[in-house]
């Protein structure tokens, strides 16, 4: 037996690393957490963390990349649908309020702690955010031929930040009625019913 044979590692470790940071992160944020108890939460001794991730950072990131990677991808999978332009920014504004309401942790973690990455990484992150964005702006134009760039991404941002502002308080609506509020908030933002 060769000497990584005896080595066979949980497939499902990292993911229940990141999972247990998220959460823990979420609660007490990123400087109140230590390494040993993300892995008591994860179901492994903090040591064994070390063989996925050489320091907390490093779990940040890799939690933080999962994230816009995930959003990402299934923003292409809506483009690639190939409908509307309209219908398609519409798909787009779903997919962050499910983002946003379904994984509503996660997301705060994502808004809250970014700073706390090394900088390098924040700034790869941020330029993944961008090319996120710029879907979203290309998409509102070809909608409303009208708005220039300027103010497409303003009011991107503004869709997004509207999205994103349940975030920061509990109005103690449930999931479905919260989930509706904010699309409309970001039509409204983006003027999409008003749309031929």
Known sequence: MGKDEGRTRD???KSRILTAAGDLIGRSGFHSVSMSEIGADAGITGSGIYRHFESKSSILVS???DIIDGLIARQT???DSQE???VLLEHLVTDQVLFVV???E???VYFNEIQNLPEQDRARLRRKQRLYVEEWVHLLQETRPAVDDAQARVLVHAAIGAIQSSLFHNVGLDADRL???LEFAAHAVLNLDLVD
């Open 11 to 13: 497939p499902e470790r």
């Open 63 to 65: 939690l933080f990349d």
């Open 77 to 79: 999978a809506i483009l």
């Open 84 to 86: 509307q332009e309209q």
């Open 102 to 104: 379904g994984k509503r």
């Open 106 to 108: 996660l997301a705060q």
């Open 179 to 181: 989930s509706q509020l």
